[in-house]
């Protein structure tokens, strides 16, 4: 069974920085994409970066610049460096995983989110 457990959330001051995690277990974790999404109140779930199996990184425009994801497959984890963050980055940050089968079905994968405060 697939699990994907997020840390490192938390409050911060308005310009700080933190580092998400994100550690999976249940699947071969080095050959699949992992993604970031978010989620702020009242807003619908937005794509915030995403790293593929060969470590290609891609970022949502309104990210770029301030956020580096990357992985250890070692350690099967998915990091998301958040820099300069502002108040508008207040959201719940979830991992996600996909698997496609024979049928061209996909599964989704989520964790339970972590909480990230932006308030000074």
């Known amino acids: 069974q697939v699990h994907l457990v997020e840390s490192g959330g938390g409050l911060v001051q308005p310009g700080g920085s933190l580092r998400l995690s994100c550690a999976a277990s249940g699947i071969i974790f080095e050959i699949y994409a992992v993604h970031w999404y978010r989620q702020a109140p009242a807003k619908g779930r937005e794509l915030v970066a995403t790293?593929?199996?060969?470590?290609?990184?891609n970022y949502a425009d309104a990210m770029k610049g301030r956020v580096t994801i990357s992985r250890e497959n070692a350690k099967n984890t998915v990091y998301l460096q958040m820099n300069s963050l502002k108040p508008e980055g207040t959201a719940v940050y979830y991992c996600?995983?996909?698997?496609?089968?024979?049928?061209?079905?996909?599964?989704?994968?989520w964790g339970q989110g972590t909480q990230v405060t932006v308030s000074s």
């Open positions: 790293i593929d199996s060969g470590g290609t990184t």
């Open positions: 996600n995983a996909y698997t496609i089968d024979w049928r061209s079905r996909r599964t989704d994968y």
